[in-house]
């Protein structure tokens, strides 16, 4: 007998064969496919996993590092490795067997690798590099007037010689910067990230990259090079905190290379190449290029050939300056996937607003840059400047940017055609103006580079109303551009700061859109890197510019982003990791709030920040908040078997929510504020007792007709509003709110052309035009955590929160009156999970699919009077359904893994 199970897409820490990693006990993780499609109710009964030094060794079914033999489980994620001990720099491959339900093993998978980063700081011989500071800068050359903004820098040209004795076997480069950097070797660019190594706080914990460079060496000389930018180290990164300007140098003045080559030779001998003396440093072409300026490119200034081997280097080329590394801040390596260039765009329409001037419309509000084409003489200045919006009049509108440039200069060589990129620089834009260029341009001179963390898309979400669909595009551009090494407020003005309340109610629409799971792993390690000794944790991460603990909302993403990344991935070390941290800033808001209100230590409170008319009491908002963390942190401590933890943080949330309900709610579930986000945090934080539920539902209902069928809830209670209507059992007036198309609702932006969520519900009205410019973005994704509902609620896919990670799945669509189908997947941790519904005539008919070694427990609405036939047979006679039992206006089966359709209708 053949297996009925494959195990597939094998990966290890969340990453498809990472290069450097430092975990040492990696998780490994695989997916498994029915080998016979069609098949239902498929589950691995065991695996076996075999780990080799040698891709030939494990070829051979040899696991000399670990052979976990025959382990009789369910489990096929995040199994921890548990053979020998990993040791710097090694690569490892592996690969995993499984048994099915009839004990038949399948095949050795296809093998997959992992390989170990530097793992000690011993292993790290490079010594921090830049340029000399006597080195003249750029100052002088003629940069616009308006794009002088303090602090702006010229790019370091770094190089070297690697003289290599013999052929190379592996060779491996282990880079970073205290800024931001693109190497060169042998006059190509190694690797394909952006902005590397990411933003963390450079003085505690900087990452570095692994790169397999061995392809691009060769026996003798060869160029080893680097360019560098300022970065979120020293470039301009937040506002003008200070009144002066000084919203750059946030870590130190300027940038620095830390560089390391681990060369293998064919002989078994070896040698390491590293940043020291022995190299040079110039500027280059790169007047400067800083994340808010923009970046100002003088070709006429390029060192032709300075990455090539031959090149020699005239007397504009001086020695490095050199600086020890300092043992107290850690090289990390990058636990989550780089920036990359995702997609290009085409311009699809360009204008001439004035003599000379054009503006592009890309059609989209993108983030990234955009690659130039033009030929022209010897030093014209093209200037390109990048907006999100227009004037009434068809210029472009800048004073949304706030201080940020956004403008890329570009300075001829006249030499035929010229194409430019700009290095070290990103800007949030759907219109480029374009001034100085020779000639005229075409739709083809300018293509839209689209750029942000290279998360797996991992959701998809159609349905009958094209205005939730582009609402569903609009999320998703949100997150991509503003998921850039971490989770940013927006892409364009001076600001692009970690916010934490933002992330923290838009993380699980993150995770169905994107496998977000790396980046969330990296992220709270900043969070938890910026808490602060009393345990108050900050309300931006990293933290720079806001300075103060976080605010109610804000603060508590320490916990709610674990939370949500164990509940969506079935991660339990995340929780682990940073228990101790979650459980100091409970205590901290405790210790300061001794009766259970909390009054104290909410800092800068921004309250339900951005919503319309309907001021929520802040000490209210933060006591639902208070509460929230500690039924969280309940549940946390009894995921990780903390018993007596879970019974302490139960007590306080009993205590949060009857002093809660003592204070603000009356005993007919009234809620003093009264706005629609006091009902929702206080029943989504289950805050209320039993019998007032009900009725402060109804309130909040009432309080939507009041404002005529709108809403009215800011950043923080909008997350919830649709799901708690739902859970109420108002579904039809969530599914209002999201038909809207009058002000305010999601929908008034989409009919006003947006392509990106707004972060203001009247960022832009027919009444009164832009807001305040003060603080505008058209492109933040905090109002568009309504993905989740479209995902959780409409589509119906969710996770079992008792077997969290989409091991046992719920499925409990909710069809709305005016949709006629929708369709969505989502690619879980275990696989594809798909759910679709439609009606015809008097019938509807429900497909879903879960993958093989899941369950899952489908809540079709209907009663046992509705006729349910699956596959054409009565429900409960078809095979892997069984019938479990009948609740409100719900029939419950339960699944085994494989697609069913279901078909409904009233006899
Ligand atoms: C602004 C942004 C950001 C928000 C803070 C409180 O800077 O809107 O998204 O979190 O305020």
């Given amino acids: 007998m053949t297996t009925t199970i494959t195990p597939v897409r094998l990966r290890c820490e969340y990453l498809d064969n990472p290069s450097g990693i430092d975990t040492t006990q990696p998780r490994l993780s695989w997916q498994l496919e029915a080998t016979t499609p069609g098949q239902r109710s498929l589950k691995q009964t065991a695996y076996q996993i075999l780990v080799s030094s040698s891709e030939s060794g494990l070829a051979q079914g040899q696991g000399d590092l670990w052979d976990s033999g025959k382990v009789s489980s369910r489990q096929s994620s995040h ?148 360019i560098l930018g300022t970065g979120w180290y020293a470039g301009h990164v937040g506002f003008w905190i200070d009144g002066n300007g000084n919203n750059y140098q946030h870590y130190g003045s300027a940038p620095r290379l830390l560089l ?60 490095v300056l050199v600086e020890e590394r300092d043992a107290a801040v850690r090289l990390v390596a990058e636990p989550a996937q780089p920036i990359r260039v995702t997609q290009t765009l085409t311009p699809q329409a360009v204008t001439e607003v004035s003599p000379g001037v054009f503006i592009y419309d890309m059609g989209q509000n993108m983030v990234g840059w955009v690659r130039l084409q033009v030929a022209g003489e010897a030093g014209t200045r093209v200037q390109l400047r990048f907006v999100e919006m227009l004037n009434p009049d068809g210029t472009i509108y800048t004073t949304n940017l706030r201080s940020a440039r956004q403008t890329d200069t570009y300075i001829l060589k006249g030499q035929g055609q010229e194409i430019f990129e700009p290095h070290f620089t990103f800007h949030g834009f759907r219109y480029v103006e374009i001034s100085g260029y020779p000639g005229q341009p075409t739709l083809e001179t ?32 949100g997150q991509r551009g503003n998921f850039i090494s971490v989770p940013t407020d927006c892409p364009q003005r001076d600001e692009r700061l970690g916010w934490m309340g933002d992330a923290q109610i838009f993380v699980r629409t993150a995770c169905y859109n994107m496998d977000v799971a790396a980046f969330f792993t990296k992220w709270m390690r900043d969070v938890v890197d910026a808490q602060a000794p009393d345990g108050g944790f900050p309300g931006v991460a990293p933290r720079i510019v806001v300075k103060v603990n976080g605010a109610p909302a804000w603060g508590d993403a320490g916990i709610i982003v674990p939370w949500t990344i164990y509940q969506m991935y079935g991660d339990t070390r995340i929780l682990e990791e940073h228990y101790e941290a979650m459980a100091r800033w409970l205590a901290y808001l405790h210790e300061a709030n001794p009766d259970l209100l909390w009054k104290n230590k909410r800092n800068n409170d921004y309250g339900d920040w951005l919503s319309i008319d309907a001021d929520t009491p802040k000490e209210l908002l933060g006591t639902a908040y208070f509460g929230y963390d500690a039924l969280l942190m309940s549940r946390i401590a009894h995921a990780l078997g903390r018993d007596e933890d879970e019974e302490k943080y139960q007590r306080l949330f009993k ?23 006091c009902y929702v945090v206080a029943l989504q934080m289950q805050l209320l007792p039993e019998h007032l539920r009900p009725l402060a539902a109804r309130h909040l209902v009432k309080e939507i007709e009041k404002k005529n ?104 669509p909710y069809p709305g009156d ?87 209708r009233a006899s």
């Fill in 79 to 226: 199994i921890v490795y548990a053979g020998s001990v990993l040791t710097s720099g090694q690569q490892y491959w592996w690969q995993v067997r499984v048994w099915d339900a009839r004990d038949e093993a399948s095949d050795f998978s296809a093998s997959a690798s992992w390989e170990m980063g530097l793992l000690n700081d011993g292993d790290w011989q490079s010594k921090w590099i830049g340029l000399q500071s006597s080195m003249p800068a750029y100052d002088a050359i003629d940069v616009e007037p308006m794009q002088k903004l303090p602090g702006l820098q010229s790019s370091p040209y770094l190089r070297t010689i690697a003289t290599l004795p013999r052929a190379v076997r592996k060779a491996r480069l282990y880079v970073t910067a205290k800024g931001v950097y693109e190497v060169h070797i042998n006059g190509q660019r190694v690797g394909d990230a952006y902005f590397a190594p990411g933003w963390t706080d450079y003085q505690r914990r900087i990452q570095y990259q692994t790169y397999d460079v061995t392809a691009q060496l060769q026996q003798g000389e060869n160029s080893v090079a680097a």
């Fill in 260 to 319: 390391q080559m681990q060369i293998e030779y064919t002989d078994g001998s070896s040698q390491t190449i590293i940043s020291d003396e022995n190299w040079q440093g110039a500027l280059g072409p790169i007047v400067y290029s800083d994340f808010l300026a923009g970046e100002t490119y003088d070709a006429r200034h390029e060192l032709a050939g300075w990455d090539q081997p031959t090149f020699q280097a005239d007397d504009r080329w001086q020695p």
């Fill in 446 to 477: 300018l293509t839209g580079m689209v750029a942000h963390s290279d998360t797996p898309p991992t959701g998809s979400f159609e349905c009958s109303n094209p205005m939730v669909n582009q609402l569903q595009k609009n999320i998703v551009w």
């Fill in 655 to 677: 205590g949060i929510s009857e002093a809660f309900t003592r204070a603000y709610v009356d005993e007919e579930g009234y809620i003093s504020g009264g706005t629609q986000t």
């Fill in 709 to 812: 069928g709108h809403l009215s809830t800011g950043f923080v209670g909008v997350g919830y509003l649709c799901p708690v209507l739902t859970n109420s059992g108002y579904s039809e007036v969530a599914y209002q709110l999201l038909n809207n198309d009058t002000f305010p609702s999601w929908g008034y932006s989409i009919k006003h052309g947006a392509t990106t969520i707004w972060e203001r519900w009247d960022g832009w009205t027919t009444d009164k035009g832009f807001q305040d410019p003060g603080m505008n973005s058209f492109n933040h994704y905090s109002l568009g955590s309504v993905g989740q509902w479209l995902f959780q609620y409409v589509a119906g896919i969710s996770t079992d929160q008792q077997r969290p990670g989409y091991q046992h799945i719920q499925l409990r």
């Fill in 818 to 904: 005016d949709l006629t189908y929708v369709k969505a997947e989502f690619m879980s941790i275990h696989g594809r999970i798909a759910s679709a519904w439609q009606k015809e005539g008097g019938a509807q008919t429900f497909t879903v699919t879960i993958p093989a070694n899941t369950t899952a427990t489908i809540a079709l609405p209907a009663t046992s009077d509705t006729q349910i036939l699956e596959g054409g047979v009565p429900a409960e006679e078809a095979d892997g359904v069984t019938f479990v039992q009948e609740e409100e206006e719900r029939m419950l089966f339960e699944l085994g893994s494989g697609t069913y359709s279901f078909r409904l």
